[in-house]
């Protein structure tokens, strides 16, 4: 099968990410690190500056970040902290500003020990992102984030820039998620790795690009479909993967899960399909607000009740009607751990099919262990 991603010019997107950040940070864009999901990206591109993603998903940092934090803490944390401590994150060296959120305890302690480096701002983010009160605070922290870039850059963020990035964030989602339908299909046209290259593509594209970028691919799977190429056979248990964010060392779990006959449909973490499901709602007249109301709604499970992962799951398994469910939890992270019970029941006695729990980190030592429990579940079929 001929891969989807041959294209010199968007082939390897991470290097091209960062090929591209390099220019621009030297055409004089301000370069902002940002490490979630909750950060209001639409903020700082209306500001003419660029977001940068840190790194996070590497085993190799994390000896250097136990020289300092606790052992027992998750691995995405210690994987970020020693990027820093390392000078091993080409992105948060180029990055004059960082934004972190107030999320799960680990992280927001994890940013007190780096706020000394760079300019950072802390966003605090409501925990009960039902409760009416919750919306006014949340508010109240995109308009801080607004004041901090302009303070910091010395450049005003107008409401007509920031409507414009929002109709840009709108279409692109709209297109990702037109996109997704081809991991809908069955057999599976898409596989997890090319859907990850096909994710990285959107942070150097605009709108347009984006649109003639897919259009291409598109074209690429319908001969595969006309040529009857698929990912795995029509015997390939099918797999929504959820939980924890993942990526680097940690897409050992999808590797695992490929290794074992199976094939993976959708993604629903943050690393995957979670950040296209955001509609910001445009034309408001405040759009500071819009960006409120549409971040609040991200369903992590730092929020409680977290509702919103219910919903977001049934939508994706309607969509793409998996045969299990693999929810990934780090290692140390309680929220996701917790949450993976009520997730459970969730998807077993509303959709009737299995959930296996995942706990692991970024090492390889659990590897064999996990494949055979993923083989035991596609056993039971
Ligand atoms: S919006 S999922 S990107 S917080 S895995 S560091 S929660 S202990 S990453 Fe996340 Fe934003 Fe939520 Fe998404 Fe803490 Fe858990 Fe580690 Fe986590």
Redesign the pocket.
Known sequence: MEPLINDRFISNPNKRILDSIIWERNIGLPVIGV????APVELIRAMGAVPACLCAFSQRTIDAAETVLPHNL????KSSFGFIISDACPFYGLSQAIIG?T??D??KKMFELIQHIKPTHIMDLPQKPDEQEAITTWTAMVHKLKAFLEGTFGREIADEDIEREIRQTNRKNRLMNDFFGYMAHYPPLVNWNEMYDVFSLEYVSNADELDGTLQGLAQRLEMRRDNGEYIGDALSPCVLVTG??IGGDANKVYKVIEEAGGVIVAME??SGM?RYTLAIEEGTGDPVSSLARAYLK?P???MTPNMGRLEALDALIEKFRPHAVVDVV?R?????NIESYKIENHVREKHKIPLLKVETDFSESDRAMIRTRVQAVFENL
């Open positions: 490490y979630c999901a909750y998750c691995p995405l944390i959120e999320t799960c680990g992280k924890c964010p973490a943050c979670k991200i992590c499970s730092c780090l140390a992270c309680h929220s996701y």
